[in-house]
């Protein structure tokens, strides 16, 4: 099958996005940098890494993440993967900054390696940095600069401000080497995404220039020596139009704050001796913390933005493969490493691999599918049984726990990914594959109870609900009303909190559907509701259980038994009309029970909603 097919078939946008960032990462790569001891970095990035980093971007943009943002993180993650990028830079910075224009630390300066340790950046701080690299992260327009300090071991990233990128490219000042100040910075933290801080675009740069240095004598001979203070107040007639001019900075002054706004007086000197004075405003006051009586400072005027096109290429297969390797997307020999029992690490394996490609003796192999079965292996023990297919087959896994389950709910018609497999050939000839609980690169996501899966457009298309019966091997995002719900189609039922399946009674004591184990503590109220939903090319009656019914029903299972029985059902009316975003799968499979109450379930799981504003 063709990748491309296959990652429409069952991931939809999600895969068509990964293979995207592949593609940008890959065609990306080959900067100059190389990792020390392991050569060059390769040119592809490992398939399951992408997902795992998208993963990670998922989890913790909850409400919400852009392909740009997604981009950025991957970008950064991948460069500093596999670039020691501290010692290099810190040698290359060395060279960049001109000993002759050192000076001292402004007041308000902060250094990066500060930045680093407190993960903090406040507004009114002052950065002092020289730009290292600047580039466009891949598959974007946005520009990106590399920042060093002379007090620094570390460097950081600054998203440019769009107001500047007019200094940016062959002919722009913004080049290695340059010296820059920074205020009114704010710190995109590492905990909200990528694992590394980065600076958020700020207006507040001054880009400083040399007048010992050719080019920068000749930007200010030619922009900034045509006016001077008294030509500018004697022309009235041109008021409107932006003057540039060369001059010294006498002093800086506070003012009285007009209706409430902070206001700071800079008086400048020509070189006619004339004097003006320079108002900054509410946040311009800022700016004054960069500037001192001896320096010239630009301020670029926005210029019209340069788009940056950029048309993704599928990378070809062709050439030799290795017997153990896929068959579809290899275009060269791949090495692999070996363990120590001799089974091929497939952790750094630049492509997916699918069921059909699992054979005796691999190891860190990840896969993505739908879940078409999942129990526990016996009354006792810690291993389950999940079944998966994917385009090609189904696959039987063991997962293998320390304790009790962890994974949280998981049920059929779930599209999850799963890292860290192991496959065996058992003495019956029978190919065995295992997954085991907190081993190095073991990771199993349920991408249908994501968050942002609907609120990411770029991850998911939009579907009418009369696709559904043409596509059931994938978890759908639908934008429809509330039909028809009713208190006969309600039940508020005990749920396991572990793996959010129904908690039974059996024999005199409570006791989980789903995990077989007594449930003396660790359960909770919780819904189970069958609904139809609907949109303008059709009707479907759907189930959903836990947070997802309490998302359409807009209130808590303790809630609602309080009210009488007759103001449920005028509640539950209410309720009709209202429209949703909702992930949706399809469970005509179901075997395990999980996460419902043994009575027949319709075809449809709503695994995710959100109520439309």
């Keep these: 099958m063709d990748p491309a097919a296959a990652?429409?078939?069952?991931?939809?946008?999600?895969?068509?996005?990964?293979?995207?960032?592949?593609?940008?990462?890959?065609?990306?790569?080959?900067?100059?940098?190389?990792?020390?001891?392991?050569?060059?970095?390769?040119?592809?990035?490992?398939?399951g890494w992408v997902v795992a980093q998208v993963l990670k971007s998922c989890c913790a943009y909850s409400s919400g993440v852009t392909a740009a943002i997604m981009l950025s993180d991957l970008f950064q993650s991948w460069t500093e993967q596999h670039k020691s990028l501290t010692s290099k830079r810190k040698v290359e910075l060395t060279k960049l900054i001109n000993t002759r224009n050192k000076r001292r630390r402004l007041p308000n300066t902060v250094t990066i390696d500060s930045i680093h340790e407190k993960n903090f950046l406040s507004p009114k701080s002052v950065l002092e940095a020289v730009l290292i690299d600047a580039f466009v992260l891949p598959g974007t327009n946005i520009y990106m600069l590399t920042l060093g300090d002379m007090w620094s071991a570390s460097t950081i990233d600054l998203y440019l401000h769009r107001r500047y990128y007019d200094c940016i490219g062959q002919y722009g000042i913004l080049k290695k080497g340059r010296e820059v100040m920074l205020t009114g910075c704010c710190l995109r933290t590492a905990m909200e995404g990528?694992?590394?801080?980065?600076?958020?675009?700020?207006?507040?740069?001054?880009?400083?220039?040399?007048?010992?240095?050719?080019?920068?004598?000749?930007?200010?001979?030619?922009?900034?020596?045509?006016?001077?203070?008294?030509?500018?107040?004697?022309?009235?007639?041109?008021?409107?139009v932006p003057y540039s001019f060369y001059a010294r900075i006498e002093k800086i002054e506070s003012l009285e704050p007009f209706r409430g706004t902070e206001r700071k007086q800079i008086v400048l000197v020509d070189n006619d001796d004339a004097k003006m004075n320079f108002i900054l405003w509410g946040e311009q006051v800022l700016l004054a913390n960069l500037f001192s009586a001896t320096q010239v400072y630009m301020v670029p005027i926005a210029q019209q933005e340069e788009q940056v096109p950029f048309t993704p290429t599928q990378m070809k297969s062709q050439g030799p493969r290795l017997s153990c390797l896929p068959t579809d997307n290899v275009a060269s020999q791949v090495t692999l490493p070996r363990d120590l029992h001799g089974s091929v690490d497939f952790s750094k394996y630049p492509f997916r691999v699918y069921v059909s490609d699992l054979h005796d003796k691999m190891v860190g192999v990840c896969l993505f599918g739908t879940i078409t079965s999942v129990c526990k292996a016996s009354t006792s023990g810690t291993a389950f049984y999940l079944e998966l297919v994917d385009t090609t087959r189904v696959v039987l896994i063991k997962l293998i726990f320390i304790g009790p389950w962890s994974l949280g709910r998981v049920g059929v018609g779930h599209m999850v990914y799963i890292s860290g497999l192991a496959c065996t050939m058992s003495l019956t000839n029978i190919l065995e594959v295992t997954w085991r609980e907190k081993e190095p690169g073991s990771l199993f996501v349920?991408?249908?109870?994501?968050?942002?899966?609907?609120?990411?457009?770029?991850?998911?298309?939009?579907?009418?609900?009369?696709?559904?019966p043409r596509l059931t091997n994938r978890t759908h995002v639908c934008r429809v009303r509330l039909d028809h719900i009713d208190c006969n189609s309600l039940k508020v039922l005990l749920f396991h909190n572990i793996c959010g399946c129904v908690v039974n009674e059996h024999s005199g004591e409570l006791q989980c559907s789903f995990c077989k184990v007594a449930c003396h503590s660790g359960f909770a109220h919780g819904f189970q509701l069958h609904l139809t939903i609907a949109d303008d090319s059709a009707k479907v009656f759907a189930w959903c259980v836990g947070q997802t019914a309490i998302e359409f029903l807009q209130i808590s299972p303790d809630e609602y038994l309080e009210l009488p029985e007759d103001e449920r059902a005028m509640y539950l009316y209410t309720l009709?009309?209202?429209?949703?975003?909702?992930?949706?799968?399809?469970?005509?499979?179901?075997?395990?029970?999980?996460?419902?109450?043994d009575e027949a379930l319709p075809v449809w799981e709503i695994t995710r909603a959100q109520k439309c504003e």
């Excluded at 060059?40 to 398939?47: D, E, L, S, T, V």
């Excluded at 609120?455 to 559904?468: G, R």
């Design 7 to 47: 990652a429409s078939a069952d991931g939809g946008a999600f895969l068509e996005f990964v293979d995207y960032a592949v593609s940008m990462l890959s065609s990306s790569g080959g900067d100059g940098y190389e990792s020390p001891g392991d050569g060059p970095a390769p040119a592809r990035p490992p398939w």
């Design 194 to 240: 990528s694992g590394h801080a980065r600076i958020l675009p700020t207006e507040y740069m001054v880009i400083l220039l040399d007048e010992d240095q050719d080019e920068d004598a000749m930007l200010l001979a030619a922009q900034f020596c045509t006016y001077s203070f008294s030509s500018m107040i004697l022309d009235e007639s041109r008021n409107d």
């Design 446 to 468: 349920n991408l249908s109870l994501l968050p942002a899966l609907l609120n990411s457009s770029c991850l998911h298309n939009l579907a009418p609900l009369s696709d559904l």
């Design 576 to 597: 009709q009309n209202e429209s949703f975003m909702v992930a949706i799968a399809n469970t005509s499979k179901r075997v395990d029970g999980c996460g419902a109450s």
